[in-house]
Antibody
């Protein structure tokens, strides 16, 4: 059974960095593109970034481009989100999610989601 | 970026009645080369991650009851929930995956009257 477990969230001051992780199991990790989606408290869903199945292609939303880096380790079945220069508006639950089909790179629906990890950016 | 706009923001419906949620995209999410609309719907209950309900605008996931119906094409889409059940109380999001960045509607909260 496909499982995604996020970790690494916490409280961090503005301007500092945090790295989120997403541990995957139960599926052929290196054949699926992976996404990060966030949800501010009481708000809607906001897409953040995607990395292709082989890690070669990445895309970002405008609010995080240049500050966040998505990456993956296909030998460890791990997805990461390095978040630098954090801002209060980055406060959210961060979800990792897989695409519904194999070998995608950003243009398929998001099928399986983790439970999320909360990031709070506050002084 | 493609902007997704849902209406209404919230909806109160009696048990057994119909709920209708609309979603409009700022650009077409239809791809003629494969005749598909790159539009999905998600259901999110409190404290849970979103769950994929419908993709390609009208294809239900295997777990979804047939009272959930997705329709529309191009820029205008609808999620219809026939004979609303108590377990359908949730926030529903439309989502386009036609182009990156993928984008979501603001969500529609469905409650029981």
């Amino acid at each position: 059974q496909m499982q995604l477990v996020e970790s690494g969230g916490g409280v961090v001051q503005p301007g500092l960095s945090l790295r989120l992780s997403c541990a995957a199991s139960g599926f052929l990790f290196d054949t699926y593109a992976l996404h990060w989606v966030r949800q501010a408290p009481g708000k809607g869903l906001e897409w953040v970034a995607v990395v292709s199945y082989d890690g070669r292609t990445t895309y970002y939303s405008d609010p995080v481009r240049g500050r966040f880096t998505i990456s993956r380790d296909n030998t460890q079945d791990m997805l990461y989100l390095q978040m630098n220069n954090l801002r209060p508006e980055d406060t959210a639950v961060y979800f990792c999610a897989t695409e519904r089909v194999r070998y995608g790179s950003g243009t398929f629906p998001l099928d399986d989601w983790g439970q999320g990890t909360l990031v709070v950016v506050s002084s | 970026d493609i902007v997704m706009t849902q209406s209404p923001d919230s909806l109160t419906v009696s048990l057994g009645e119909r709920a209708t949620i609309n979603c409009k995209s700022s650009q077409s999410v239809y791809l003629s080369s494969n005749n598909k609309n790159y539009l999905s719907w998600y259901q999110q209950k409190p404290g849970q991650p979103p769950k994929l309900l419908i993709f390609w605008a009208s294809t239900r996931e295997s777990w979804v009851p047939d009272r959930f119906i997705g329709s529309g094409s191009g820029t205008d889409f609808t999620l219809t929930i026939n004979t609303l059940q108590a377990e359908d109380v949730a926030v529903y999001y439309c989502h386009q995956y036609h182009s990156v960045p993928q984008t979501f509607g603001q969500g529609t909260k469905v409650e029981i009257k």
